[in-house]
T-cell receptor
Framework: EDKVVQSPLSLVVHEGDTVTLNCSYE??????LLWYKQEKKAPTFLFML????IEKKSGRLSSILDKKELFSILNITATQTGDSAIYLC?????????FGTGTSLTVIP | SAVISQKPSRDICQRGTSLTIQCQVD?????MFWYRQQPGQSLTLIAT?????????ESGFVIDKFPISRPNLTFSTLTVSNMSPEDSSIYLC??????????????????FGPGTRLLVL
């Protein structure tokens, strides 16, 4: 059965801390791995990863994929209160995307 | 990326009634999906909306309860029928621009509409 597992389920940090969010997967016919940020209703696209070892970076956020070990990490450096959200990992298989349950991040001032 | 709109953005409905949610995209897309996100949970795929034919439903979802239309490449509707409080959820449509799903496809991000928050009393 295809599945995506994220850890930790929730995280509380102070502003300025660095956090690492994990996503492991078992998906038949892997196509891509995506990270989303969900603050209110709609998930906002962050990164799409298709190749191992190539880091994607956007400001304080970065992500990398390991297709051999079947996982990805999302790093956020110098966290800010605006980073508080649920971070979702999704993996594209042959016919659909499979979502993890998300990591709830709270950044305290 | 695609600009996706959903209507209504939220609604409060009575048990036993039905609600139709509309999803409009500003460009032609190949794949359109409908998801549900119940409180405190992740996204669950309801169905893939197929243009000009019946939607493909995931396990646990049936057409009688969640009829879906997709008359063209930019528009789809999801109806939540005979609602009960358990249907209270956020409903999201999403799209993928891809020409060949499963081959060259599925290498493009999935973008989400703003969501419809439904409360059933």
């Amino acid at each position: 059965e295809d599945k995506v597992v994220q850890s930790p389920l929730s995280l509380v940090v102070h502003e300025g801390d660095t956090v690492t969010l994990n996503c492991s997967y078992e998906v038949t016919n892997f196509r891509s791995l995506l990270w989303y940020k969900q603050e209110k209703k709609a998930p906002t696209f962050l990164f799409m990863l298709t190749s191992s070892g190539i880091e994607k970076k956007s400001g304080r956020l970065s992500s990398i994929l390991d297709k051999k070990e079947l996982f990805s990490i999302l790093n956020i450096t110098a966290t800010q209160t605006g980073d508080s959200a649920i971070y979702l990992c999704a993996v594209g298989g042959e016919n659909q995307f499979y979502f993890g349950t998300g990591t709830s991040l709270t950044v305290i001032p | 990326s695609a600009v996706i709109s959903q209507k209504p953005s939220r609604d409060i409905c009575q048990r036993g009634t039905s609600l139709t949610i509309q999803c409009q995209v500003d460009s032609q897309v190949t794949m359109m999906f409908w998801y549900r996100q119940q409180p405190g949970q992740s996204l669950t795929l309801i169905a893939t909306a197929n243009q000009g034919s019946e939607a493909t439903y995931e396990s646990g979802f049936v057409i009688d309860k969640f009829p879906i239309s997709r008359p063209n490449l930019t528009f789809s509707t999801l109806t939540v029928s005979n609602m009960s409080p358990e249907d209270s959820s956020i409903y999201l449509c999403s799209v993928v621009h891809t020409r060949v799903w499963g081959l060259a496809g599925n290498q493009e991000p999935q973008y989400f509409g703003p969501g419809t928050r439904l409360l059933v009393l």
